[in-house]
């Protein structure tokens, strides 16, 4: 997605992985699908549990917002990015920065680690995606394909690849050691807002400012699906650990599963107004917009983020059972300008407030 924020003086396009500014900054107040039965609507009562989280660890080593966020494969560090230009690398444990990579001359909009852990991609306002070591800092290779920046990576699973989505309508997939071009896909008709390589390699999916969800061949760039369940732009989505499934959400406020390969829909979520929940938690209204989409590693829970304007807490984050869509879970928290879940499923990372970002228990 798109969102304009004043910085340094001027109106400046941030973006990002999974990654969604505030249009009000410093506003008050962030499994295999294949065999999920039919269902749509809101959660009825009885499946409902509103639970407050318990943050583990605050981690204030930025100077400006932080606007993305991306866990290492084993789950030990965190790598963050800011308004401030700066990619700092942390232990999700004690907090304690590891690194801080100076590479960019403006404002972080996406990070993505490699998985094999080695590498991390960092895409910036300054139109550059720079892969650099993970330990050392050392700058690998800084790619320049776009015109204008890069708000999402993907690495393919074998650490070869990246796929950058962006603004200028194009997602472009380049070799991660050498910044040399492989192929440029122009199946939407505006920003690409989000991608994320298949687990098995063989597909990547992109969403768009275009309402629709494109999956094509990630060899050939040939499109193989187009998902247009969503009414208004598509911000995040996610793959079923076993790619046979997709999470994707929108601006229409809906979160929709759906079959990878025939685009039928498993089911939809409608969302749920937290600020009705506290008072009666049988009843479902319209929810806000959503921001964010994630699938546990273990297949077996989907994450999503909605903003809500309701005083000193804005952000709903809710997680259910990716198979049946039920048992759902939701808690209040502050703003939340990018979000990730960790390997182990056992924690959220979550950029929050003003430069803060925060490691919670998955409730």
Not at 47 to 74: E, F, M, N
Not at 157 to 165: A, E, F, K, L, T
Request: proline share 4%.
């Amino acid at each position: 997605m798109r969102l304009f924020v004043q910085h340094d003086g001027r109106n400046a396009l941030v973006t990002g992985l999974v990654v969604v500014m505030l249009m009000l900054a410093g506003a008050g107040c962030t499994a295999s699908g294949a065999n999920t039965p039919a269902a749509t609507g809101t959660p009825t009562s009885t499946s409902i549990t509103h639970r407050q989280t318990k943050d583990l660890l605050t981690y204030h080593g930025h100077s400006d917002r932080a606007t993305a966020v991306a866990w290492s494969p084993d789950g030990k560090y965190v790598v963050s990015g800011s308004l401030d230009k700066t990619v700092q690398v942390w232990s999700a444990t004690t907090g304690k920065t590891r690194l801080i990579y100076r590479g960019h001359t403006d404002a972080i909009v996406a990070v993505a680690w490699s998985p094999d852990g080695r590498y991390i991609a960092s895409s910036s306002l300054d139109n550059t995606i720079q892969v650099w070591d993970a330990s050392t800092g050392a700058r690998i290779t800084t790619y320049r394909g776009h015109k204008l920046p890069a708000q999402t990576l993907s690495w393919s699973p074998d650490n070869r690849s990246i796929v950058s989505g962006s603004p200028d309508q194009t997602a472009q997939v380049w070799e991660a050691m050498t910044g040399k071009l492989i192929l440029t896909y122009r199946g939407h008709s505006a920003a690409v807002t989000t991608v994320m390589w298949s687990p098995d390699g063989k597909r990547i999916a992109s969403g768009s400012v275009d309402t629709m969800v494109q999956v094509w061949d990630a060899t050939s760039g040939k499109t193989l699906l187009t998902f247009r369940g969503h009414k208004n732009q598509v911000t995040s989505l996610a793959w079923s650990p076993d790619s046979t499934s997709i999470v994707s959400g929108s601006f229409d406020k809906t979160v929709q599963v759906w079959d990878a390969s025939s685009g039928k829909v498993r089911y939809s979520y409608h969302g749920y107004n937290v600020a009705v929940a506290r008072v009666d938690n049988s009843k479902g209204v319209l929810p806000d917009l959503i921001y964010f989409v994630a699938w546990s590693h273990n297949s077996k829970r989907i994450a999503a983020v909605s903003m809500e304007y309701c005083g000193d807490e804005c952000a709903v984050v809710m997680t259910w059972d990716a198979q049946t869509g039920k048992h759902f879970v939701f808690y209040p928290d502050l703003p939340v300008y990018a979000f990730a879940w960790s390997p182990d499923d056992t924690r959220f990372a979550s950029a929050i407030g003003l430069s803060d970002v925060q490691i919670a228990l998955v409730p």
